[in-house]
């Protein structure tokens, strides 16, 4: 049921897309070659030019429109040149011996009647006249005895219409003035000939039209000029040989064959030619280059299981474009699925380092924490201990500067009190004497200690001073303990710092 749903599903694509549009057949598709209006037929003239312009005129390829509107190939293998020598100085040499003849007769009568006293004879009309025309004929038949021959070509020399000689390329030297280049015929060219046949019908009753291109080389000039009639000649004798042999080979095929013509081998062709116009031309080779059915409707017939056909298999191409596109579509839609889901994992796992490296991160701070913590209790306690250690021995060196110098001592107390004393003056009562007596004089120092409860007593007993300094030594022996131990730490202490110091 879904085979049958997808191919009506299909149908539908195809009948709104407008394909089968393209599967009809149209005249329009099937213009033959013919409907351009271009014969393509190649057309052979022998033409009358100078003959310094005759080796470009057999070199060259001419395409012209007759009257008909149809554009032609010219070639001209032949030319006939128009004689280059001049009659001209002939003419000039007859005026000047006329006029020395007559001018010298009338030298002569005027030279008798004057008596001797002039001599125009000798003067215009003498020696040096008649050398001058001498000399003007003789530069003339100079100038008019040669001819030049173009490369590649021979000229057919004619007196009164008789050949008498076929001039290779080259300069020529004619001396006989009655004898003329009547003809230049170019003899190593190989000229392209095409011929055309529009209709001719085949085996199966059906006109066909045939292209047939030929290359020709002149071989004998003489025999190309006299025995085939010139250019003209020529050309209707090829154009009758060409269409009955060609019409012969498209009488062979069947209409639907025709089309094999084109390429096919032309040496029996080729043979039939050259047994008709051997020895004067020489074909060297023949392509059918075009073969059809006239009738276009015929072509078209011919054209439609060709049309089907390639329809079928453009449908086919498509078609299975279509399905591989869908399987492609399917494959990447998978790959791309598959790659997502790689995707999807990598990022898990890429989340679960991450955890794994904040974790550890957290541990080795706290981890750093508490070294830190412990680095620094210890370096506390081990400050305290160095402070107690400093204050007992300053303590004891005090003890020994005090059992060595009380007075020190005893006035540094005193002096202390006294500061004490002033700090507190402003805020003591005030004691006013009323007496003037000398016994009644006040004691403000006494009164202000008793106020402040401070006794003018001595700091050291002498008793004190002497347990003191019977003590001295044993003080001085743990002086010299802690100065050791003193020293020691200093010394670790440098060592630390210079420590800090490198790892900056």
Avoid at 157 to 177: H, N, Q, S, W
Avoid at 341 to 356: M, R
Wanted: net charge negative.
């Amino acid at each position: 049921m879904s085979l049958l749903q997808q191919g009506l599903s299909t149908a539908r694509q195809i009948l709104g897309s407008g394909e089968l549009e393209q599967l009809h057949i149209k005249a329009s598709d099937f213009i033959s070659q013919r409907s351009g209006n271009e014969s393509g037929a190649t057309r052979i003239e022998q033409m009358d030019v100078l003959l310094d312009e005759a080796a470009e005129l057999l070199n060259r390829n001419l395409q012209l429109r007759d009257s008909r509107g149809q554009v032609a190939n010219v070639i001209s293998p032949v030319v006939i040149p128009r004689d280059p020598r001049s009659k001209l100085w002939i003419v000039v040499t007859i005026i000047l011996v006329v006029i020395g003849l007559i001018g010298w007769l009338l030298s002569v009568i005027i030279d008798t009647i004057s008596f001797g006293l002039t001599n125009l004879t000798f003067a215009l009309f003498g020696p040096h006249y008649w050398l001058i025309i001498v000399g003007y004929v003789v530069y003339s038949l100079w100038r008019n005895s040669f001819i030049m021959v173009p490369d590649g070509c021979q000229a057919l020399i004619t007196r009164f219409g008789k050949l008498e000689e076929i001039a290779p390329a080259g300069r020529k030297v004619l001396l006989d003035p009655w004898k003329r280049v009547s003809y230049i015929v170019n003899v190593t060219r190989e000229y392209p000939y095409n011929a055309p046949i529009r209709e001719a019908p085949t085996a199966s009753r059906v006109n066909a039209s045939v292209d047939l291109f030929l290359q020709f080389k002149i071989e004998d000039p003489a025999a190309f000029i006299f025995t085939l009639g010139g250019a003209k000649g020529f050309q209707e004798k090829l154009q009758n040989a060409v269409s009955e042999v060609t019409r012969a080979l498209i009488y062979e095929q069947r209409a639907e064959a025709i089309y094999d013509l084109v390429g096919e081998s032309t040496q029996n062709l080729l043979n039939t030619l050259n047994q008709q116009f051997l020895p004067a031309v020489r074909f060297v080779n023949a392509n059918i280059t075009h073969a059809e059915p006239s009738s276009q409707e015929y072509r078209i017939d011919l054209a439609k299981p060709e049309m089907i056909r390639v329809a079928k298999e453009a449908y086919t191409y498509e078609y299975q474009l279509a399905l591989r596109k869908e399987q492609d579509e399917g494959d990447l839609n998978r790959e791309l699925t598959s790659l997502r889901e790689q995707l999807s994992a990598i990022q898990a796992e890429i989340a679960t380092y991450q955890a794994q490296i904040d974790t550890a991160r957290e541990k080795e701070v706290y981890r750093a924490n508490a070294y830190a913590s412990q680095l620094l209790s210890e370096a506390e306690s081990a400050a305290r201990a160095n402070a107690a250690l400093l204050e007992a021995q300053a303590l004891d060196i005090r003890a020994v500067g005090a059992a060595r110098y009380p007075e020190i001592l005893q006035y540094r107390y005193q002096q202390d009190i006294l500061d004490r004393l002033e700090a507190v003056a402003d805020h003591l009562p005030q004691i006013v004497q009323v007496s003037g007596s000398d016994e009644a004089v006040i004691d403000y120092l006494a009164l202000a200690q008793r106020m402040l409860g401070i006794t003018d007593t001595q700091l050291y007993s002498p008793e004190d001073v002497a347990a003191i300094r019977r003590r001295t030594q044993e003080i001085r022996q743990r002086i010299l303990e802690r100065d050791e131990q003193i020293r020691l730490v200093v010394a670790g202490e440098t060592d630390r710092a210079e420590t800090k110091g490198d790892n900056r």
